[in-house]
């Protein structure tokens, strides 16, 4: 129900986009989140967006650098991340909320897309 791509390989300082594509039914009323997990370390959240597009949540580790936007037409979400760093490698996760706010916690979610791998090199 959910598709995440745009992962891939940067230096560090560079830009990516993710998308994850999640179906109306699913999401239209509901908040989305992306998280994001680093080998041998706990899934962490990263940003959320609430259904409307117009409150968003980000991480202290992120803020300032992603962005979180939401295509409602389209029921897409969007990670758009900047000055990349070493430490933002992990696998991303997209994630449908249960309520149309959004949530910092991984129970406030109840689909799951198949994670993306990001990939900075120092």
């Known amino acids: 129900q959910l598709q995440a791509s745009g992962g891939g390989l940067v230096q560090a300082g560079g830009s990516l986009r993710l998308s994850c594509a999640a179906s109306k039914r699913t999401s239209s009323n509901n908040a989305m989140g992306w998280f994001r997990q680093a080998p041998g370390k706990e899934r962490e959240f990263v940003a959320a967006?609430?259904?409307?597009?117009?409150?968003?949540i980000y991480a202290d580790s992120v803020k300032g650098r992603f962005t979180i936007s939401r295509d409602y037409a389209k029921s897409t979400v969007y990670l758009q991340m900047d000055s990349l760093k070493f430490e933002d490698t992990a696998v991303y996760y997209c994630a449908v909320g249960l309520r149309p706010v959004p949530s910092l916690k991984s129970d406030g979610y109840i689909y799951w897309g198949q994670g993306t791998q990001v990939t900075v090199s120092s």
């Open positions: 967006i609430s259904w409307n597009g117009g409150n968003t």
